[in-house]
């Protein structure tokens, strides 16, 4: 039986109910990916182009720093990353956690929570970032059986 984690960034709290549900589903430990700087309600006011979210999702090689790296990564077998959908990817974030860890050999399975849009290029965005390991689009939104799937797999 592999060890499992569920990494998970929320900006606002919906996915961190999405998060707490699957870890407990799959008997996983859970793990909050959390910002050094913490995102203000305005900061993720994507109607302003001027507002922190905005200036990081238009270059996509922003790099926000996470509060801590210390998710022992090396322990588990398969990851579940979280985080909601922003401008049809993960992010930027998402790609500040995979950069730091090394995920060789690790399975790691996407979900996510979006407003309406699906995936997008989260899932081709996020492979360079973590380089040797598995990638699979998981179910964005997913309803309770979706996340009994998810949490089987």
Known sequence: MSKKLVAFFSASGVT??????????????????????SYTKEDLNWMNKSSRSSIEMADHNSRPEIADKNANISEY?????????????????????????????KKIILFATSGGSGFGKAVENLKSSAKGAEIIEGKVNPSANDIKKLAAM
Not at 97 to 102: A, I, K, N, P, T
């Open 16 to 37: 961190s109910k999405t998060a707490s549900e699957l870890a407990k589903q799959a008997n996983a430990d859970l793990y909050e990916i959390k910002p050094a700087v």
């Open 77 to 105: 077998d398969v990851i579940y990353v979280g985080f909601p959908v922003w401008w049809y990817i993960a992010p930027t974030i998402i790609n500040t956690f995979l950069e730091s860890y090394d995920f060789s050999g």
